[in-house]
């Protein structure tokens, strides 16, 4: 007998050993002959039953109903079109580092990722981490041209930059909305996987999940989007692209592994904007918002042993002096259940709001203190970095 396995060994198949039995085979044919009768009933009544419903709406479609969603597909290749229309914003970005070696041999150690022109006068969107220490970086158009980038601002707690090259009249993209994304919305990748030898390369996936806490290098969590597009290392920097053609996503990170295949990570358009923003008016993030608490998610077990009177929320274990939610009125030993709205359980769920707004915005918060719900509004603050 054949094996068969399915991952972890949790599955295999095999076969029970059967009594022969006598032949049958008139009345194998007789019930063949009687579910096919049937079967061709079935589909002329159903066939008229529609044919007449539809009459008498005055029209009638084959179409699935519409799912409630933001991926709308258009006429013809939604993909082919998007490729068309978002590609040639995206450019590749070779970096240059200077590094000196033993008995003080320098050399210079070159990277490769990629990056979105944002504005037609030359910004462009990159990580961080793609132009991390470099002495040289270089701007390579989807034609094909190269240009010398100046560095405009970076942030390395949210892993973005923004650099320009001195052209105007470049193709650019827009920014979309990654708050409207669901589950299950169609995304298109674009970038440069492995250098510029692929450059211009399109994956297709979906929106694997939202509001991913991913802890990067051991000490950096961010906030990210989950998606099953292939992404690989030359990528970092580049697009990720909803139905409307519009960049909903910046490509950051996957999980390498051999073991691991379908976990691509993309900085949110919603986090990103506001940085981009700073970056290219200032240079820098002066703005970013700040709460002003330290906080624990709840479990089931804990809320059971303190008597809480919700299970899922953010235990507040310290409110900062002199904060925005001092100021609103938060108390060590309140339980964050909603933010704008939203439910939170996690830490990680209350920066994702957070990161969506500025210094000087307001934050709705709902909060239990002891067996009362509480709602207060506080203006967010900004984060000294």
Same mark, same amino acid.
């Given at each position: 007998?054949?094996?068969?396995?399915?991952?972890?060994?949790?599955?295999?198949?095999?076969?029970?050993?059967?009594?022969?039995?006598?032949?049958?085979?008139?009345?194998?044919?007789?019930?063949?002959?009687?579910?096919?009768?049937?079967?061709?009933?079935?589909?002329?009544?159903?066939?008229?039953?529609?044919?007449?419903?539809?009459?008498?709406?005055?029209?009638?479609?084959?179409?699935?109903?519409?799912?409630? %969603? /933001?991926?709308?597909?258009?006429?013809?290749? *939604? =993909?082919?079109?998007? $490729? @068309?229309?978002?590609?040639? !914003?995206?450019? #590749?970005?070779?970096?240059?580092?200077?590094?000196?070696?033993?008995?003080?041999?320098?050399?210079?150690?070159?990277?490769?990722?990629?990056?979105?022109?944002?504005?037609?006068?030359?910004?462009?969107?990159?990580?961080?981490?793609?132009?991390?220490?470099?002495?040289?970086?270089?701007?390579?158009?989807?034609?094909?041209?190269?240009?010398?980038?100046?560095?405009? %601002? /970076?942030?390395?707690?949210?892993?973005?930059? *923004? =650099?320009?090259?001195? $052209? @105007?009249?470049?193709?650019? !993209?827009?920014? #979309?909305?990654?708050?409207?994304?669901?589950?299950?919305?169609?995304?298109?990748?674009?970038?440069?996987?492995?250098?510029?030898?692929?450059?211009?390369?399109?994956?297709?996936?979906?929106?694997?999940?939202?509001?991913?806490?991913?802890?990067?290098?051991?000490?950096?969590?961010?906030?990210?989007?989950?998606?099953?597009?292939?992404?690989?290392?030359?990528?970092? %920097?580049?697009?990720?692209?909803?139905?409307?053609?519009?960049?909903?996503?910046?490509? @950051?990170?996957?999980?390498?592994?051999?073991?691991?295949?379908?976990?691509?990570?993309?900085?949110?358009?919603?986090?990103?904007?506001?940085?981009?923003?700073?970056?290219?008016?200032?240079?820098?993030?002066?703005?970013?918002?700040?709460?002003?608490?330290?906080?624990?998610?709840?479990?089931?077990?804990?809320?059971?042993?303190?008597?809480?009177?919700?299970?899922?929320?953010?235990?507040?274990?310290?409110?900062?002096?002199?904060?925005?939610?001092?100021?609103?009125?938060?108390?060590?030993?309140?339980?964050?259940?909603?933010?704008?709205?939203?439910?939170?359980?996690?830490?990680?769920?209350?920066?994702?709001?957070?990161?969506?707004?500025?210094?000087?915005?307001?934050?709705?918060?709902?909060?239990?203190?002891?067996?009362?719900?509480?709602?207060?509004?506080?203006?967010?603050?900004?984060?000294?970095?």
């Amino acid at each position: 007998m054949s094996e068969f396995q399915w991952h972890q060994d949790d599955y295999q198949p095999y076969s029970v050993p059967q009594k022969p039995k006598k032949s049958k085979a008139w009345l194998k044919t007789l019930a063949i002959a009687v579910a096919s009768s049937v079967l061709t009933s079935a589909v002329l009544c159903s066939g008229f039953f529609l044919y007449f419903k539809g009459h008498q709406r005055g029209n009638y479609s084959s179409t699935l109903p519409q799912v409630t %969603g /933001t991926a709308t597909v258009p006429e013809g290749n *939604v =993909i082919n079109q998007i $490729a @068309t229309a978002v590609g040639p !914003a995206v450019v #590749g970005i070779v970096s240059e580092v200077d590094y000196v070696g033993f008995f003080s041999q320098s050399s210079v150690q070159q990277g490769s990722g990629s990056g979105i022109i944002l504005r037609p006068d030359g910004y462009i969107v990159t990580n961080h981490h793609v132009i991390e220490d470099a002495s040289r970086v270089t701007v390579v158009l989807s034609t094909g041209e190269e240009y010398e980038a100046t560095l405009v %601002g /970076t942030d390395v707690s949210s892993d973005l930059a *923004v =650099i320009k090259i001195d $052209a @105007t009249d470049l193709p650019y !993209a827009e920014l #979309g909305e990654s708050d409207d994304l669901l589950v299950g919305d169609l995304v298109v990748a674009i970038g440069n996987p492995l250098g510029q030898e692929l450059a211009g390369s399109v994956t297709v996936g979906y929106v694997s999940a939202l509001n991913r806490a991913i802890t990067i290098d051991d000490n950096k969590t961010l906030t990210l989007l989950q998606t099953d597009a292939a992404i690989n290392p030359g990528n970092s %920097g580049g697009a990720l692209v909803n139905s409307q053609g519009k960049v909903v996503g910046i490509n @950051t990170a996957k999980i390498s592994s051999s073991s691991v295949e379908g976990l691509g990570f993309a900085i949110p358009s919603a986090v990103a904007r506001p940085i981009i923003e700073d970056l290219i008016e200032h240079g820098r993030v002066t703005n970013r918002p700040l709460i002003g608490i330290t906080g624990q998610e709840l479990s089931a077990s804990i809320s059971r042993q303190w008597g809480f009177p919700t299970d899922k929320g953010v235990y507040i274990t310290s409110v900062s002096e002199g904060s925005a939610a001092e100021k609103a009125g938060l108390k060590r030993g309140d339980i964050i259940i909603e933010v704008d709205g939203q439910n939170v359980a996690t830490v990680a769920q209350i920066n994702a709001i957070r990161n969506t707004k500025r210094a000087g915005d307001e934050l709705d918060m709902t909060f239990y203190r002891g067996d009362d719900r509480k709602s207060v509004t506080l203006t967010l603050g900004a984060q000294e970095d």
